[in-house]
């Protein structure tokens, strides 16, 4: 299947940046839409970016002009450069992706990381 694997979290004073990084492995056929969300204690999930195959884009309002998310179609990875970080981007950020594995016939499924957590604070 897919695995998403999350790097580069971490505690950073408010107006720091840090960037966040996601590989997908395994036995890929296709990934389409690629993204970030986050969960802060007591809140839901919400969504951070996503950025599609041909690199459209879609932002929360909430980090917009802070926030920017890539992706590289041929290792499989998706970026987020996060700066301007505020206390309340505090939170632990999950990559997620549709994927179409090997074997895995011809429907996207969706996957998610395990989480890496972003603490802002000074």
């Known amino acids: 299947q897919v695995q998403l694997v999350e790097s580069g979290g971490g505690l950073v004073q408010p107006g720091g940046s840090l960037r966040l990084s996601c590989a997908a492995s395994?036995?890929?056929?296709?990934?389409?839409?690629m993204g970030w969300y986050r969960q802060a204690p007591g809140k839901q999930r919400e969504l951070v970016a996503t950025?599609?195959?041909?690199?459209?884009?879609n932002y929360a309002d909430s980090v917009k002009g802070r926030f920017t998310i890539s992706r590289d179609n041929a290792k499989n990875t998706v970026l987020l450069q996060m700066n301007s970080l505020k206390p309340e981007d505090t939170a632990v950020y999950y990559c997620?992706?549709?994927?179409?594995?090997?074997?895995?016939?011809?429907?996207?499924?969706?996957?998610w990381g395990r989480g890496t957590q972003v603490t802002v604070s000074s």
């Open positions: 997620n992706a549709d994927a179409i594995y090997i074997g895995g016939g011809r429907q996207y499924k969706n996957y």
């Open positions: 395994g036995s890929i056929f296709s990934i389409n839409v």
């Open positions: 950025i599609g195959s041909g690199s459209s884009t």
